[in-house]
């Protein structure tokens, strides 16, 4: 997989599938590096590199941290945009994304719901049954998990 720095010489955001996995929320490992943008969607292939660019509108271009490495920086969705994002794109190449396998326990719940109903009220409603089962499974197994 191609290293996140990549992104930020186009003012991407590294988000998605690539997002969920850099903070755990997703055990899988994706094959392409997946970023957010303003500009148009495009998907660069080159030997073993692969970068996806997924459109969104300025409007919901927010959310987002710098991280630096020694190799340079680049934007990293917050966890809760890289959720929203994955949601809002999956369905509108008309994919439901499955959510069961997400780790829900180190998400700001309220930020989410937040971020989702700044999207079209499709992707709000997607998570939602997901997000309240997840809490219903966390609240028997800790009653601290409440308290975020």
């Known amino acids: 997989m191609v ?17 969920l996995r850099e903070y755990g929320i997703s055990t899988q490992s994706p094959r392409t590096l997946t970023c957010v943008t303003t500009e148009r969607q ?9 970068i996806s660019y997924r459109s969104i509108t300025p409007r919901l271009y927010c959310g987002f941290v710098r991280m630096t490495t020694r190799y340079g920086s680049y934007l990293l969705a917050e966890p809760e945009k ?7 794109l999956g369905l509108q190449n008309g994919t439901a ?4 396998e997400l780790h829900f ?17 499709s992707t709000y409603w997607h998570l939602l049954p997901a997000l ?12 601290s998990f409440w308290r975020k």
């Open 3 to 19: 290293s996140p720095p990549f992104c930020v010489f186009w003012g991407l955001i590294t988000s998605l599938e690539s997002g």
């Open 42 to 50: 495009r998907e660069f292939r080159t030997g073993n590199i692969a």
């Open 82 to 88: 890289a959720i929203r994002d994955w949601i809002y």
């Open 97 to 100: 994304p499955a959510l069961d």
């Open 105 to 121: 326990s180190n998400i700001d719940r309220t930020k989410l719901l937040h971020y989702a109903r700044r999207f079209p009220s």
């Open 132 to 143: 309240v089962e997840n809490l219903s499974a966390a609240r028997v197994a800790s009653p």
